[in-house]
């Protein structure tokens, strides 16, 4: 890819943009051994050799963005040492080091991000950025309209309260509930441990969303580069602070409210498309209030001590 040589001076930490026009201008910049004093000139960084006072300008690394449709049954690392199936068995060979924003369960499939952007996946993990992450539950039993609402005002795990969360059941059910879930933190096996706490076992989990990407139709097992729009949303998410933000945020639309009600009607985004396999189907683009000192214990709710609504959770 062409680009300005300004923009690959200045990309790769050695100068300011408007520093790095000087120094074309005043003739300190060649390329491929060619002194170049024009400032619109494009170079592809990949090919050619950029050197300023004799010093090689090495090339930034390209930001990479992988969605990944992660089955259950794989572990969200790059590599185990018990040799069990990885992310990285399902996501393409980069020349760069792309690693998973955050964690999904073994068990647990749906909406993964790799990514060489240490920046972006701190902030889409963080709790301070509140970003969503939407997950389609299967629980045991039949979740009650409180039980919902105790959820979403938050209930005491063994670490700590949880976020206000925002949660649709899907109709009406008999023996297991299909939930649509959105929390705004990540902390270890939280879906399973706030509906565990209520004595709801998880039976099937699978995240539909995560900050501005949707899952979509991509296959089980298929990954694919996020479109430029999904690389400037995530971009974007490290510029977002918690206070911009509503708590309630709309999540969208959602399958669960158009599928068939009764319990055990499996909605239309758990449905598997295909099976894992580890193949792009296109490239489109470059690419927790802790309850300290607070006498409840893990999922109890105080009756008529819900916690009030909040902007900032
Ligand atoms: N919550 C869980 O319990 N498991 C996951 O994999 C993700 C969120």
């Not at 000087?22 to 170079?43: A, E, F």
């Not at 039976?203 to 296959?219: A, W």
């Amino acid at each position: 890819m062409m680009v300005r040589l300004q923009k690959v001076i200045a990309a790769s930490g050695i100068a300011s943009r408007r520093a790095a026009e000087t120094m074309i201008r005043d003739g300190h910049v060649t390329v491929n051994g060619n002194v170049v004093r024009v400032l619109g000139t494009c170079v592809d960084p990949s090919k050619d050799h950029v050197k300023i006072d004799g010093r090689r300008v090495q090339p930034a690394e390209p930001e990479v963005f992988v969605l990944l449709h992660k089955p259950a049954g794989y572990v969200t690392t790059m590599d185990d040492p018990q040799g069990r199936p990885t992310v990285a068995d399902l996501v393409p060979k980069v020349k760069v080091r792309v690693f998973p924003v955050g964690r999904l369960d073994y068990d647990t499939e749906g909406l993964l991000l790799l990514t060489n952007n240490g920046k972006v996946a701190q902030a889409c993990v963080h709790p301070r950025f509140h970003v969503p992450k939407t997950y389609l539950v299967k629980v045991s039993g039949v979740c009650t309209d409180e039980e919902i609402r105790n959820l979403e005002d938050g209930i005491v795990l063994d670490d700590g309260m949880t976020a206000p969360a925002t949660i649709r059941k899907s109709g009406k059910a008999k023996a297991n509930s299909w939930l649509e879930l959105t929390i705004h933190e990540g902390r270890t096996h939280q879906v399973k441990r706030m509906l565990e706490a209520l004595g709801h076992r998880v039976m099937r989990i699978k995240r539909v969303r995560f900050g501005p990407l949707e899952l979509g139709d991509l296959s089980v097992g298929v990954s694919r580069f996020a479109t430029d729009a999904e690389a400037n949303a995530l971009r974007a998410v490290v510029h977002r602070t918690a206070r911009t933000r509503s708590v309630r945020e709309p999540v969208g639309s959602s399958d669960l409210q158009s599928s068939k009600p009764a319990g055990d009607t499996v909605p239309p985004r758990m449905r598997q498309t295909k099976a894992p396999a580890n193949r792009i189907v296109r490239d489109t683009g470059r690419n927790a209030r802790l309850a300290s000192g607070n006498p409840r214990q893990p999922g109890q709710v105080v009756k008529g001590q819900r916690r009030a609504r909040t902007r900032n959770g």
